[in-house]
């Protein structure tokens, strides 16, 4: 005995259950092939370009380099959100906290006031997009520059 499998060798349900498992393995590629969109499809959601038109105006009246603070949603989803708004504004760095005296507001409703207690509206630029100050860390340099 050579210890090698021939197909004669191998019980028919062995066989049965080894060409289910190819198949099953087969169909599940092909959805997968199906169902992905193409990378230069037309009508294909640009995300990352709407992102950077909604922090277009903000942008322009931020300095161009520091450090800024983020408030938006909560929950798991919410951190696409706070990913999207650091590439819209780079190169600043968007720190997820309130502890700066620029805070961008990042909301799909209107803020909540939980979020926003003590801070100051500066500007609403609309598309749930806002920009704070924090009167606790108004003397940094951040603000200065905004002013």
Do not use: W
Not at 31 to 55: C, K, W, Y
Not at 101 to 109: H, K, P, R, T
Not at 115 to 127: E, I, M, P
């Amino acid at each position: 005995m050579d210890g090698s499998l021939s197909p004669d060798s191998l019980p028919p349900r062995t066989i049965i259950a080894a060409l289910i498992f190819v198949a099953c393995c087969l169909l599940s590629s092909a959805r997968l092939v199906m169902e992905t969109p193409a990378l230069n499809h037309p009508g294909g959601d640009h995300i990352a370009q709407r992102s950077d038109e909604r922090f277009g105006a903000l942008k322009a009246e931020l300095p161009q380099s520091g450090v800024v603070g983020y408030i938006g949603e909560t929950g798991s989803p919410a951190v696409g959100d706070y990913y999207l708004a650091q590439y819209a504004l780079a190169p600043l760095v968007v720190d997820h906290s309130a502890n700066h005296g620029l805070v961008v507001g990042n909301f799909s409703a209107g803020p909540p006031a939980v979020a926003t207690q003590g801070l100051r509206l500066v500007k609403d630029y609309g598309s749930g997009v806002a920009l704070f100050t924090n009167p606790a860390f108004a003397d940094s340099a951040a603000t200065k520059d905004a002013r």
